[in-house]
């Protein structure tokens, strides 16, 4: 007697859908939060800058701008300092040690956009730089009474220096074989960085060409944005004769500055195509 097989069933899973680039973006941001905690190291970068208050309270006390101390003036610049400083010593550092033991390569090949992968570790970094920027601000309120004045400019100044730095940052570890060198290799452009951004030698004391030229760097417009921001006072032609700005009148008076910015973005974007993936053999 013939029997007839019981009929098959497909138990085979669907394909998975791709996972969009945000999401990506999200899940890397998460672990890269989770792994900075763990990273002694980064959190001693992140808190480097705050070293520049003990000048700030120990300098005589005199006054910049009517109504302006010289030491709320230096601290003002610090949120942005702040973002410089992880930006340029904790980017480097780090992808050089992952593209060293080919994690890099793994991402690569898994299909992860670049744009998540550096766009997660630029995240982490512009959230520990917003967090310190909002315990220098509390700081400025108990100790100057001073808070910003618009904070949103303050915010935007914090996040293309974050964005210009960390892609600078990542074409650095070009010229790093591992981790180690990486972090010997990333002091030249902070202190450069450092340099070029008025904090130690205002722009009032430069010679003007010398002004002029730091002008069309990121650095000093940066530090400018956030201070007048703070402030809300037009500096950006120089403490001296500053006059007092609100509201769209500081935006406009931020534009050239801004300007600037967008440049370097656009020039720290390109550059990242340069970017090496797979580690240095040895000669």
Do not use: C
Not at 25 to 49: G, K, N
Not at 87 to 99: D, E, G, K, Q, T
Not at 205 to 232: T, W
């Amino acid at each position: 007697m013939a029997t007839t097989a019981p009929p098959t069933t497909d138990t085979r899973r669907p394909p998975r859908a791709p996972v969009s680039a945000v999401r990506q973006l999200l899940r890397l941001t998460r672990t890269e939060l989770t792994l900075f905690h763990r990273y002694r190291t980064a959190l001693y970068m992140a808190f480097m800058p705050l070293v520049l208050l003990l000048p700030a309270f120990t300098m005589p006390e005199a006054e910049v701008a009517p109504g302006i101390l010289n030491r709320a003036y230096l601290v003002s610049g610090l949120p942005v300092l702040s973002a410089m400083t992880l930006a340029v010593l904790h980017m480097p550092n780090v992808y050089a040690a992952r593209r060293e033991m080919m994690i890099l390569k793994r991402f690569r090949v898994s299909g992860v956009p670049p744009a998540a992968l550096f766009g997660a570790t630029g995240v982490a970094v512009f959230a520990i730089t917003v967090a310190i920027s909002v315990l220098v601000g509390g700081l400025m309120a108990a100790r100057f009474d001073t808070l910003p004045s618009d904070p949103l400019l303050l915010l935007l100044a914090v996040m293309l220096t974050t964005a210009i730095v960390s892609m600078l940052g990542l074409v650095f570890t070009n010229l790093a074989r591992n981790a180690e060198s990486a972090q010997m290799i990333s002091m030249v452009p902070f202190l450069l960085f450092i340099a070029i951004s008025g904090t130690f030698v205002p722009p009032d004391l430069m010679p003007a060409p010398v002004a002029n030229a730091l002008s069309y760097l990121p650095m000093l417009p940066a530090i400018d944005i956030a201070r007048s921001a703070y402030f809300g006072l037009d500096t950006f032609g120089g403490v001296e004769g500053a006059t007092s700005a609100t509201g769209l009148d500081l935006w406009v008076a931020a534009a050239p500055s801004l300007l600037v910015l967008l440049v370097w973005l656009g020039i720290a974007t390109y550059l990242l195509r340069f970017f090496r993936w797979d580690p240095r053999q040895a000669d």
